[in-house]
C-alpha cells in the first residue's frame, strides 16, 4: 500500500537530530517563550526573508493574531479565497470581521486577482490571499490592487514554505504572512506551532505583546492578549527540520516532475510557469469521475486525499455567515484529487501511482 502520507517515514531521515534536540530541551529545564523559540524565529525569519518572526501556538492563532494586530474597523469586510481550507475564514470571523468570497483560478486553485473589483465593497479593509497547495498567488496583482486601494494585506502561508514568485518568497508580500507548522505541512512540527512574519515593527511588538496575554515583560499587561505561545520543544525540532528544509522541497518538486511527465494526458494537471516556484505541500489533479478514479487507485494500493470534500460555503458552522453562489469553488470541491507526494516518498513510489492512474478505463 502507499500512503498519502506516513509522518513517521517522513521524518525518518531526521530522527537522530529530532531526538537529540528533544532530549536538549528536557533537559534545559526551561519549556515556553526561551533561547529555541528566539533562535528558530531568527532563523525562520531570516529564511523568509522578513525583518521579524514571531512564534505562536499554530497557524489559525498566527491568523486571527496578525487581523486582529491590524486594528481595522470591527465588522470590516475581508476578501478571501472562496477555497481556502476554513481556518482562514474562521480567522477573520474570530477578529471581529465579515469574510467576502473570491474565487480562484481553476488552473491554479488560487484566488483569481481579475475577480477582486467586483468584490469590493464601501466595508473592504483588507485582503487575505491563502497559496493554495504551495503554490503562490499572483502576488504581483495582488499586492498592487491593495496598494491602490488601500487595503491591508494578511498571506496565509500555511502550505507554502519556501513558495516563490520571481524569486520573492511567501509571507513577505503583505503586512503579515501566517504560517502553520502542523505535522503535515511543509515545515512540520510534531504536535501544534505556527509564526508570523512581517516587516513592520509596530506590528511585530503588537503581536509579541499579544500571544503572551499581552505582555512582553512580566505582569505588565499592554493588552489584552491571549495565551498562544510556540513552546520551546516544538522550537527545537523546527530549528533542525529548518535545515532540511530546501532539500524537502527539492525532494517533493523532483516527484511533481514524474507526475508531470508521467500522468496520462486525460489528468488534468497542476499548472507550471517559469516565475512561479511551487512548492508542492499538495499535488492536485482534477478530474470528473474523481470519486471513482479514487476508489481505483484504493483498490489498487494507492491513498489519496480530497482537499477539500466540501467547500467553506455548503459547511453547516458558515450557515447565515456565507452566503452566495461559488461555481468554481464547487467545481474544484467535486473533481480535486491529492496524490501522494510527501518526503517519506519515492520516485519508484511516484512512478507506481502513474502506472495505476494510466490504468483506470475512464468513462468521461
Ligand atoms: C493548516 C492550515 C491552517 C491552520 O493551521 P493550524 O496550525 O492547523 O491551525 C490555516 N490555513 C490553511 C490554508 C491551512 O492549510
Same mark, same amino acid.
Given at each position: 500500500?502507499?500512503?498519502?502520507?506516513?509522518?513517521?517515514?517522513?521524518?525518518?531521515?531526521?530522527?537522530?537530530?529530532?531526538? !537529540?534536540?528533544?532530549?536538549?530541551?528536557?533537559?534545559?529545564?526551561?519549556?515556553?517563550?526561551?533561547?529555541?523559540?528566539?533562535?528558530?524565529?531568527?532563523?525562520?525569519?531570516?529564511?523568509?526573508?522578513?525583518?521579524?518572526?514571531?512564534?505562536?501556538?499554530?497557524? /489559525?492563532?498566527?491568523?486571527?493574531?496578525?487581523?486582529?494586530?491590524?486594528?481595522?474597523?470591527?465588522?470590516?469586510?475581508?476578501?478571501?479565497?472562496?477555497?481556502?481550507?476554513? !481556518?482562514?475564514?474562521?480567522?477573520?470571523?474570530?477578529?471581529?470581521?465579515?469574510?467576502?468570497?473570491?474565487?480562484?483560478? *481553476?488552473?491554479?486553485?488560487?484566488?483569481?486577482?481579475?475577480?477582486?473589483?467586483?468584490?469590493?465593497?464601501?466595508?473592504?479593509? @483588507?485582503?487575505?490571499?491563502?497559496?493554495?497547495?504551495?503554490?503562490?498567488?499572483?502576488?504581483?496583482?495582488?499586492? @498592487?490592487?491593495?496598494?491602490?486601494?488601500?487595503?491591508?494585506?494578511?498571506?496565509?502561508?500555511?502550505?507554502?514554505?519556501?513558495? %516563490? /514568485?520571481?524569486?520573492?518568497?511567501?509571507?513577505?508580500?503583505?503586512?503579515?504572512?501566517?504560517?502553520?507548522?502542523?505535522?503535515?505541512?511543509?515545515?512540520?512540527?510534531?504536535?501544534? @506551532?505556527?509564526?508570523?512574519?512581517?516587516?513592520?515593527?509596530?506590528?511585530?511588538?503588537?503581536?509579541?505583546? *499579544?500571544?503572551?496575554?499581552?505582555?512582553?515583560?512580566?505582569?505588565?499587561?499592554?493588552?489584552?492578549?491571549?495565551?498562544?505561545?510556540?513552546?520551546? /520543544?516544538?522550537?527545537?525540532?523546527?530549528?533542525?527540520?529548518?535545515?532540511?528544509?530546501?532539500?524537502?522541497?527539492?525532494?517533493?518538486?523532483?516527484? @511533481?516532475?514524474?507526475?508531470?511527465?508521467? *500522468?496520462?494526458?486525460?489528468?488534468? %494537471?497542476?499548472?507550471?510557469?517559469?516565475?512561479?516556484?511551487?512548492?508542492?505541500?499538495?499535488?492536485?489533479?482534477?478530474?470528473?469521475?474523481?470519486?471513482?478514479?479514487?476508489?481505483?487507485?484504493?483498490?489498487?494500493?494507492? %491513498?489519496?486525499?480530497?482537499?477539500?470534500?466540501?467547500?467553506?460555503?455548503?459547511?453547516?458552522?458558515?450557515?447565515?455567515?456565507?452566503?452566495?453562489?461559488?461555481?468554481?469553488?464547487?467545481?474544484?470541491?467535486?473533481?480535486?484529487?491529492?496524490?501522494?507526494?510527501?518526503?517519506?516518498?519515492?520516485?519508484?513510489?511516484?512512478?507506481?501511482?502513474?502506472?495505476?492512474?494510466?490504468?483506470?478505463?475512464?468513462?468521461?
Amino acid at each position: 500500500m502507499i500512503e498519502y502520507e506516513s509522518l513517521g517515514q517522513s521524518n525518518a531521515a531526521f530522527m537522530t537530530e529530532l531526538e !537529540a534536540a528533544a532530549v536538549r530541551v528536557i533537559r534545559s529545564g526551561w519549556y515556553v517563550l526561551g533561547k529555541e523559540v528566539s533562535a528558530f524565529e531568527a532563523e525562520f525569519g531570516t529564511y523568509i526573508g522578513a525583518k521579524h518572526c514571531i512564534g505562536v501556538a499554530n497557524g /489559525l492563532d498566527a491568523l486571527i493574531l496578525s487581523i486582529e494586530a491590524l486594528d481595522l474597523p470591527k465588522g470590516s469586510d475581508i476578501l478571501v479565497a472562496a477555497n481556502t481550507y476554513i !481556518a482562514t475564514i474562521l480567522a477573520i470571523l474570530r477578529a471581529g470581521h465579515q469574510p467576502v468570497l473570491v474565487e480562484a483560478e *481553476l488552473a491554479t486553485f488560487n484566488m483569481d486577482p481579475a475577480l477582486l473589483p467586483g468584490a469590493m465593497t464601501k466595508k473592504t479593509r @483588507a485582503i487575505c490571499v491563502t497559496h493554495m497547495f504551495g503554490k503562490i498567488c499572483r502576488m504581483d496583482a495582488i499586492a @498592487a490592487f491593495a496598494k491602490e486601494h488601500g487595503l491591508k494585506l494578511i498571506e496565509d502561508c500555511a502550505q507554502s514554505h519556501g513558495a %516563490k /514568485l520571481n524569486g520573492k518568497m511567501s509571507g513577505t508580500f503583505g503586512n503579515a504572512g501566517c504560517f502553520s507548522f502542523y505535522p503535515t505541512k511543509n515545515l512540520g512540527a510534531v504536535g501544534d @506551532a505556527g509564526a508570523i512574519t512581517t516587516d513592520d515593527d509596530a506590528l511585530a511588538d503588537r503581536l509579541r505583546h *499579544l500571544r503572551n496575554y499581552g505582555s512582553k515583560q512580566k505582569y505588565v499587561n499592554k493588552y489584552p492578549g491571549v495565551n498562544s505561545r510556540l513552546d520551546e /520543544l516544538q522550537a527545537a525540532l523546527l530549528r533542525v527540520k529548518l535545515q532540511h528544509l530546501d532539500a524537502m522541497t527539492a525532494h517533493k518538486r523532483a516527484l @511533481a516532475d514524474i507526475y508531470d511527465q508521467h *500522468l496520462p494526458d486525460w489528468v488534468i %494537471k497542476p499548472r507550471r510557469r517559469e516565475d512561479e516556484f511551487d512548492v508542492f505541500h499538495i499535488y492536485g489533479i482534477r478530474h470528473p469521475e474523481r470519486d471513482a478514479l479514487r476508489q481505483y487507485l484504493l483498490d489498487n494500493g494507492v %491513498k489519496t486525499e480530497v482537499h477539500y470534500p466540501i467547500p467553506p460555503h455548503r459547511q453547516e458552522a458558515m450557515a447565515g455567515i456565507l452566503s452566495g453562489n461559488y461555481p468554481i469553488a464547487e467545481e474544484q470541491h467535486a473533481t480535486e484529487l491529492s496524490l501522494p507526494i510527501s518526503n517519506g516518498h519515492t520516485a519508484d513510489d511516484i512512478q507506481r501511482v502513474c502506472d495505476v492512474i494510466s490504468g483506470f478505463t475512464k468513462t468521461k
